[in-house]
C-alpha cells in the first residue's frame, strides 16, 4: 500500500465490477476485491468463468459494464487512451497465456521492450533471462524456442521493469514441474523485495500453494478456497520459507 495525504491506498481495488458478453452469460457480478502492496493472490477456478476476463479488466484492455478498477487509488476506466497506455508501461507486468512474445525480436530485445518504453538502462534484461533458465540465449529468437520457454520469456518481460502490479495468466501452464518451482520462486521474491502486488490465475493447486491467499471465481464473484489441500500445501511451503 501507499500513503498518500495520511490514507492508505490499495494498490489495486475493484469496486462493483460487472461484466457480461453480449445480451447472455454474466461474467463478473458486482465483484469487491481489494489488493495490497507485496500480497500475492492466486485466483482459481473452472474453465470460462472469467478469470482472464478480470486480469483484462484490471489491465484495462477490457471495459466493464458497470464498476470501477482503482490501480493506487486512480480509476482506470476513467483515463483516456494515452493515460492508460502510461499506466500499464510504467506500474503492470502482465504475463499472458499466449505469450505474445514478438517474432522479429531477439529474446533479450523482447525482455528489454519494458525498459526501453520507460528510458531505463536495459542491462538487467540478460539478467532476468538467466533467472528463468535462459542464461546465454539472449541472441536467439523465439522460432527457436519450445513453448515452455516461449512462457519463461514472457515471464521474465512481465518482472524486469519491477512493476508495482504484476499479472499472470496461467504463467506456470506449459513449464516441467521443477521449472515452475522456480519460477514461482521468482514472482514471490519479486514481491517481496519490490512491495509488488500480484495476482496469478491458475488451474495447478501446486502454483496456489505458494500464495498468501486462494481465491476462488465462481458465479460472478470472487470467495475464499476451501480447499484444505492447497492451504495445508500453502502452510507448509511458507514456514519453510520462514525457516530458511
Known amino acids: 500500500m501507499s500513503l498518500r495525504d495520511d490514507v492508505v491506498v490499495p494498490a489495486l481495488e475493484c469496486r462493483g465490477l460487472s461484466k457480461r458478453y453480449g445480451t447472455g452469460r454474466i ?29 483484462n479488466l484490471i489491465a484495462g484492455l477490457d471495459r466493464a459494464d458497470s464498476g470501477s ?26 504475463v499472458f497465456q ?83 518451482h522456480d519460477v514461482l520462486g521468482l514472482f514471490r521474491a519479486q514481491s517481496k523485495a519490490t512491495g509488488a502486488a500480484t495476482i496469478m490465475v491458475t488451474h495447478s493447486e501446486a502454483a496456489a500453494a505458494v500464495a498468501d491467499r486462494v481465491l476462488i471465481l465462481s458465479d460472478g464473484g470472487l470467495h475464499a478456497a476451501r480447499d484444505k489441500t492447497a492451504n495445508a500445501a500453502h502452510a507448509a511451503a511458507r514456514s519453510t520459507d520462514d525457516a530458511r
Open 27 to 55: 461474467v463478473l457480478a458486482q465483484l469487491d476485491f481489494t489488493l495490497a502492496a507485496g500480497e500475492f493472490v492466486a485466483i482459481m477456478g473452472d474453465s470460462g468463468v472469467g478469470k482472464s476476463t478480470l486480469l
Open 69 to 94: 478498477v482503482l490501480i493506487d487509488g486512480r480509476p482506470v476506466e476513467q483515463l483516456d487512451d494515452n493515460a492508460a497506455t502510461r499506466l500499464r508501461r510504467q506500474k503492470l507486468g502482465f
Open 98 to 180: 499466449a505469450f505474445h512474445v514478438l517474432p522479429h525480436l531477439t529474446l533479450a530485445q523482447n525482455v528489454a521492450l519494458p525498459l526501453l518504453l520507460n528510458d531505463l538502462p536495459t542491462a538487467a534484461a540478460l539478467d532476468l533471462l538467466a533467472a528463468v533458465g535462459l542464461g546465454g540465449r539472449g541472441d536467439d529468437f523465439p522460432r527457436e524456442l519450445s513453448g515452455g520457454e516461449l512462457q519463461r520469456v514472457a515471464i521474465a518481460r512481465a518482472l524486469v521493469h519491477r512493476p508495482t502490479l504484476l499479472l499472470a495468466d496461467e504463467p506456470t501452464g506449459n513449464l516441467d514441474p521443477a521449472t515452475a
